[in-house]
């Protein structure tokens, strides 16, 4: 199984943060152009996983119309596209109006491909509460993984891994803006199903691997950070290979090529 991971290519005015230009994001067209072509030519991937943040929130139209934009050009793979609704996503659009761009009837669902079975969470942000996995979802979540006889892998857009900050130029020092408060209880579901291989997010603009439990947890990197403050794009993109229970996670781009992650999911077999 082989599979490409797009996340957080904040399409629309460019992000400054203290500063410093971090969201080089006025030739995403170019950016993901070139995805296109090495997924098609190349890479042929099973599916391909956009882990939120489609644009870098302006008004309600240009966003609309920049989700809109990236959809219709990332029609050009030749594969299936699943989305993953991230917090600009949601800024100006409402979570219906965003279902319906994205031809969804729920932001969390799940779908299978090969012999695994693959779940997207929605990750909800609001200044009151954090950053959620509702209880609804909660529900849901544990009865799907109930249901499948499968291998599963999971997407989400904000953080479920107790990662450590220092260093990350949006987030040290504030993790309430990038991981999931219940983050804890969702990786006890995880954990109590016994079949779940890896956990990918994006939104933290770096690239990690942390471990709870065996599970490995993936950060990957936004297409248009400015990663070493050079004032050049990532450009960053993921290839995931999974054959039996090993997962490797290949990050390619300006910045991070030939950067490779491998896990292995011992307690898979330990428990079962």
């Known amino acids: 199984m082989k599979f490409a991971i797009l996340a957080d290519i904040h399409l629309g005015p460019e992000g400054y943060f203290k500063g ?4 080089v994001n006025k030739n995403v067209k170019i950016y993901l152009d070139d995805f296109i072509e090495e997924m098609n030519s190349d890479v042929k991937p099973e599916f391909v996983v956009v882990l939120g943040d489609l644009v870098e929130d302006d008004n309600k139209k240009n966003d609309k119309d920049n989700v809109v934009y990236i959809i219709k050009l990332l029609k050009k793979l030749e594969c299936p596209v699943y989305y993953v609704a991230g917090n600009h996503d949601l800024k100006n659009i409402s979570e219906s109006e965003l279902m ?3 031809s969804q009837k729920s932001l969390y669902y799940s779908f299978d491909s090969g012999n695994l079975h693959f779940i997207v969470l929605f990750s909800k942000a609001t200044e009151e509460e954090g950053i959620l996995i509702t209880d609804e979802q909660k529900i849901w ?3 799907d993984l109930t249901k499948t006889d ?3 892998v999971i997407f989400v857009h904000h953080g479920l891994a107790d990662q450590n900050l220092k ?3 949006w987030f040290e020092g504030r993790p309430e803006f990038c991981l999931v408060e219940n983050r804890k209880e969702i990786r006890d579901i995880f954990e109590q199903s016994n079949k779940v291989l890896a956990v990918f997010n994006g939104h933290l603009h770096w690239d990690r691997q942390d471990i709870h439990n065996s599970i490995p947890y993936f950060t990957i990197q936004s297409l248009t950070e400015n990663e070493e403050n050079k004032g050049i794009a990532s450009e960053a993109y993921a290839i995931v290979s999974i054959i039996n229970d090993k997962v490797d996670v290949e990050i390619r781009g ?3 090529k030939g950067f ?3 896990a292995y999911n011992k307690r898979l ?3 079962s």
Not at 20 to 23: D, E, M, S, V
């Open 20 to 23: 410093i230009l971090r969201k």
């Open 100 to 102: 319906g761009l994205f």
């Open 141 to 143: 979540l544990g009865e």
């Open 150 to 152: 499968k291998r599963c």
């Open 167 to 169: 260093g990350n130029p």
């Open 254 to 256: 300006n910045y991070s």
């Open 260 to 262: 490779h992650l491998l």
């Open 269 to 271: 077999h330990k428990d």
